[in-house]
């Protein structure tokens, strides 16, 4: 029988290009940052890609400097030298990821709050080809959200509130709720990694995204997964 295959997928982003007014038009998120797993359910990763967009990352320094982490440029260009990451064209990293997807034939592309990636890197290759291609996901291939997955087991669960009441992972609404983080998490399905900070570069959050995905597979409860509901 065929194993299905996931792709676990995971951006970072400049806050996008200034309006006329100056204001900056947070829809308009671009890509600079995109790394993505290839697992099976059990989350056994069995290929990893890291990119930087060259076209944001190289040739439009002033979107970089909006960069929400742009303080950790001195290492990515560590990690370029190193050969940890590629830098790429946009279509080239397109490219590459329609091409893993047929090769794994990909059961689901999936991400934590999977819109807002979703999002960016269509903002991207739309903003970058001036509207030639309009979109980074072919509608063949079915999108999930492992935070909607997430939210439909931990949220009510007594061990998961006890835990981020003890630790103070709590929200700040009038009545706070447990946080839904993948950092917060990610700590709550590893007990002896209490000290991991998120890295918020691409591949290292697909990374434990894609472990946060198999604990979900592991619990075999109901849930919701698919990012956009089908009509009809």
Same mark, same amino acid.
């Given at each position: 029988m065929q194993k299905n295959h996931y792709l676990v997928i995971d951006t970072e982003t400049v806050n996008g290009i200034k309006k006329e007014d100056n204001t900056v038009d947070l829809s308009q998120s671009l890509v600079?940052?995109?790394?993505?797993?290839?697992?099976? @359910? @059990?989350?056994?990763?069995?290929?990893?890609?890291?990119?930087?967009?060259?076209e944001i990352f190289t040739d439009y320094p002033d979107l970089m400097k909006s960069g929400y982490y742009a303080d950790?440029?001195?290492?990515?260009?560590?990690?370029i030298q190193e050969g940890k990451r590629q830098i790429e064209n946009i279509?080239?990293?397109?490219?590459?990821f329609l091409d893993d997807c047929r090769q794994w034939q990909i059961t689901a592309v999936m991400a934590?709050?999977?819109?807002?990636?979703?999002?960016?890197l269509s903002n991207t290759i739309r903003y970058v080809t001036k509207s030639k291609f309009r979109t980074f996901f072919p509608k063949r291939y079915e999108i999930w959200d492992i935070l909607k997955m997430t939210n439909s087991i931990l949220p009510k669960r007594k061990s998961y509130i006890s835990f981020c009441q003890e630790n103070g992972y709590l929200t700040k609404h009038k009545n706070p709720r447990p946080q839904m983080k993948a950092e917060t998490?990610? @700590?709550?399905?590893?007990?002896?990694?209490?000290?991991?900070?998120?890295?918020?570069?691409g591949l290292e959050d697909a990374l434990?995204?894609?472990?946060?995905?198999?604990?979900?597979?592991?619990?075999?409860?109901?849930?919701?997964?698919?990012?956009?509901?089908? @009509?009809g």
């Open positions: 600079y940052d995109v790394g993505w797993t290839i697992c099976d @359910k @059990k989350g056994n990763v069995l290929l990893t890609r890291s990119f930087i967009v060259r950790k440029l001195t290492q990515y260009y560590a990690d279509l080239t990293i397109w490219q590459y934590y709050n999977a819109y807002f990636d979703y999002r960016a998490v990610y @700590k709550y399905i590893k007990p002896h990694c209490q000290d991991f900070v998120e890295s918020h570069t434990i995204e894609t472990e946060i995905f198999a604990y979900c597979m592991r619990q075999h409860k109901k849930m919701n997964k698919a990012l956009f509901t089908q @009509k």
